[in-house]
DNA sequence: GCCAACGTTGGC
DNA sequence: GCCAACGTTGGC
């Protein structure tokens, strides 16, 4: 068997929050309109895997607890909806450009694996997609022993 | 609000 | 196929 895959997955907590998930329970992860993080939504996510939840453009950036993935890829509806922020209208039903999961809440932390207390750890992490300067992919792989140590450093509070 | 870094678009 | 212009992301 092939090992679990890990994500890391990102929203604005004034668009889509780890509160709201909570309460929603799961979220078709509509307006990803970039190919890379498109890739790995449709060729690489199996249901199941587990997801860091991270807030992005806000006053305390960083994971704010874990959600799964819960459907297979299919295509993001809002691609065709004239009315959506998320319209692509070159994208044709018959062969749809953007594809997504659904995202299922799992739990939230005690408190914020922030930007900076993981910057001031890179050391730890190795080569870690997030912390590469520049980086702007909402949607990534993470290694299992990256994933691991987020998950105690929420456990430690953060430290 | 600023702006560096990046992905995409389109002219050539 | 190159690359300048543009729009967006996201930390600060």
Redesign the pocket.
């Known amino acids: 068997m092939a090992a679990m895959k890990h994500w890391l997955m ?1 929203s ?1 907590p004034e668009e889509f929050s780890i509160d709201v998930l909570e309460r929603v329970g799961t979220e078709p992860w509509t307006g990803v ?4 993080a498109r890739n790995f939504m449709l060729k690489d996510m199996k249901v199941g895997d587990p997801i860091l939840f ?1 807030h ?3 006053a305390v ?1 960083g994971v704010v607890g874990i959600a799964k993935v819960a459907s297979k890829p299919y295509p993001d509806p809002t691609q065709f909806d004239p009315d959506s922020d998320y319209h692509d209208p ?1 994208s044709k039903p018959e062969d749809p450009r953007w594809w997504m999961v659904d995202v299922g809440f799992e739990r939230k932390f005690d408190g914020t694996v922030s ?2 207390q993981m ?1 001031a750890r890179a050391d730890e992490f190795g080569d870690f997609t997030l912390l ?7 949607v990534m792989p993470v290694e299992a022993a990256q994933y691991k140590r987020i998950l105690s450093m929420a456990k430690a509070g953060g430290r």
């Open positions: 990102k604005e309109r970039n190919y890379q991270y992005s453009n806000c950036p070159k930007l900076e910057k590469r300067r520049g980086n702007r992919l909402s």
